[in-house]
């Protein structure tokens, strides 16, 4: 298998921007950026995907799944299958799940896409400047998130991406670990997928509401078990349950890393 060209997705995406004349991403709906290529986009009852492309010639037709609540989750899916269009000539049928969205590492063509979809509607021009924070929180990754109409994942991922800081981000379900995202260029630790969460990690004490808590303190054995006890770093954690889905997004900060 051929390794993910991130950097091709980030220049197709900047290429789409840059001739609609590079305007906020706030300002542009997603539907009408993709039907300027040739792409319509409908929504459809879909029970296992979240999003497909079916191409027919220089024409391309995109369904997603009907009944996705949250905007963010809409264009995301939206810039995902038009990723796909962009950059992926080889095939004439794409079906997407939601767990392809959240491929940062594996199938190099979701990856692409994913990537195209985060510098589509997260640009590098607007987003970095922004992630250039002394303190990294949920709360700069929530106000972020509303600014440029994506989703809290979505944002805290490209926000790991853009920071200096050494971020990950842990997404967990029941008190076990689904799935976790650093930037790549960072060479960070991972958190192990399948692992029960740290005993009073805040992601395992979360209230109904949901709510953002504080930074608590942790030790990288809690997260990272299987590290020597030799590079010790510290670890600040903060997590938030993601509304009306039964997930946990922790947001890692390894401070002295
Ligand atoms: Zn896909």
């Known amino acids: 298998m051929r390794d993910p060209n991130r950097v091709r997705a980030q220049a197709a995406a900047f290429r789409l921007l840059n001739e609609i004349g590079m305007p906020h991403p706030k300002l542009i709906e997603i539907e009408d950026l993709a039907m300027h290529r040739n792409v319509l986009v409908v929504e459809e009852a879909m ?3 979240e999003g497909r492309l079916i191409k027919k ?9 009907s009944g996705i609540r949250q905007e963010g989750r809409k264009r995301f899916t939206i810039s995902h299958e038009l990723g796909h269009w962009e950059m992926h000539k080889e095939s004439t049928q794409f079906i997407c799940s939601r767990r392809d969205m959240l491929d940062y590492a594996h199938s190099p063509m979701e990856v692409e896409a994913n990537t195209f979809a985060a510098e589509l509607l997260m640009p590098s021009t607007y987003f970095r400047p922004r992630c250039k924070v002394y303190e990294p929180s949920l709360a700069v990754i929530s106000d972020l998130a509303n600014e440029f109409r994506t989703t ?106």
């Open 152 to 257: 809290l994942t979505a944002t805290a991922i490209r926000f790991a991406t853009e920071t200096r800081h050494p971020l990950v981000v842990v997404f967990s379900e029941e008190g076990v670990v689904r799935w976790s995202y650093s930037d790549p260029k960072k060479d960070l630790p991972y958190v192990r997928t399948g692992m029960a969460i740290p005993r009073y990690s805040s992601a395992g004490l979360i209230n109904e509401e949901g709510e953002v808590n504080q930074m608590e303190e942790f030790d990288q054995a809690d997260w990272f078990p299987q590290l020597s006890n030799s590079d010790r770093f510290g670890i600040l954690e903060q997590s938030k349950g993601m509304g009306a889905y039964p997930f946990i997004l922790s947001l890692l900060w390894l401070t002295g890393y």
């Open 57 to 65: 010639g220089s024409n391309g037709l995109v369904r997603i799944k």
């Open 47 to 49: 029970k296992s995907s």
